[in-house]
């Protein structure tokens, strides 16, 4: 089915437990911590719901386009018309929307008896997830402070990491916690599982399950919500709408029925599900297609500012911009090549080019610190110039005064002030400083994402190069 917007909202009165310190939220819809990122993923399934380019259609039933296995060139540009119709509504500002996780499961049901025993499970919950149209997110790395067990041992205290506690008849329970949930708190379910490699007596950490956002046991803990503090949209235009939220998954006793089990008690399996399945690619397109909107708007923004000063007219402004609008291609034309490269595999399927696909994310992990500090740099200290808040509006004598002395030859104060705005929350706000270590741990540590290139590389051809060049000569003769 398609879900509307409406639909989506109804469903996240469900219970869920979500904690901001030691607030319990009990209806994140009406919360101002989440109200208004609410209502743009609901937004989000309402314009998907409401073009069929962004859907297709199996026996009589309509699916969302990002669970949509492709079997041709064209079937992959399907999936990503809808990522860029999502990304371009977010601004690239939402790392978890719904086609993200959707995707990875999507992949996966694409070479399924890599999991095994497990492989029905996994194909029927694909099934589930498209049929619903379930928003799902995922927590798939330990917290920071499981990395030494030790120190829990020998005080006989549990180990935080999560894991499978008991085993029954009718499924499996967990407890411990699990990161980064992000969009949690506005999905139906969270995908628990392991993209980081397990040691072989890590077993029972290795489970891969999926959970209900509401289940008995689950609790949200989120970080500082951003959106609660916005005064208005004016001022904090992006923090008003499209703080996602992060929250750390916390399981106590949670049973987790058979039929919602991916991998158990395997540690290689648990990460090679992502690698040997399209799953970690068909993602990962999707989160390049995300940055390269928020890529476009960084570029935007770069030109409305210079221009807004007449800075646009001195040539080292203009080899700046020029600059951001090279990057930008650049990244569309590394998504553009996962198209044109498209590879069939797993056979009888289409996947992107992987190695394309890990250049480019590799490439966003790597950029984002140094573009944002590049657009800090065009900016200067003009967003400090600004009032406090868009209230000077509202008392007649401070909105002449404002409106006089505020303007330039290019542009009105209040429009100035509106841009400017809307620039700081990009570079400076508490919202932005998470999008800058967001980014640079979206897909993992740095050395795990150039591992995800070096593991692709063919390394084969790349030596023939060298060894038939030197095949061309040898010592020469005296």
Known sequence: MLKTGSE??????????????????????????????????AAIYDMKAADSRFCFQEQDEKYSAYFLRAKSREDLEKRTQLHQAIARMSHGLLGRSPDHVSSFVTGMAMNAPVFGKFEDNLLKYYEHMRREDVYGVYAVIPPQAARNPEFYQKQNLPIPTLRVVREDDDGVVISGMKMLATGAVFANEIWIGNLIPLAPNQLPESITCAIAVNAPGVTLWSRKPFERHAQSEFDSPLTWRFDESDSMVM???????WERVFVHMDAVLAREIYIKTPGHCYGNHQSNVRFHAKMQLIVGLASKIAHASGANEV??????????AALEAALGGMIAGQLHEAEDWPEGWKTFNRRMMYAALNWCTE?????????????????FQMPADITVMHDAKLKE??????????????ERMKLYKLAWDLIGSEF????????????GASFIVRNHSFREAPWEGFHK??????GTYDVPAR
């Not at 005064?401 to 209040?414: C, D, I, K, N, R």
């Not at 190069?465 to 030197?470: F, R």
Request: hydrophobic share 40%; aromatic share 8%; charged share 25%.
């Open 8 to 41: 989506h909202l109804r469903q996240l009165r469900d219970g869920r437990v979500v904690y901001i310190g030691a607030e319990k939220v009990d209806d994140i819809t009406t919360h101002p911590a989440f109200r208004n990122a609410a209502r743009t993923v």
């Open 401 to 414: 005064m404002f409106e006089t002395y505020w303007q330039t030859p290019q542009l009105g104060a209040v």
């Open 315 to 324: 040539p080292a402004v203009r080899e700046v911009l020029g600059r951001f």
């Open 251 to 257: 399981c106590d006793e949670v049973k987790v029925p």
């Open 465 to 470: 190069v060298v060894d038939d060049l030197m």
């Open 432 to 443: 932005a400083g998470r999008h800058l270590q967001y980014e640079k741990f979206y897909a």
């Open 367 to 383: 950029s984002h610190s140094s573009i944002i500090d590049a657009l800090r740099e065009l900016i200067g200290g003009g967003v």
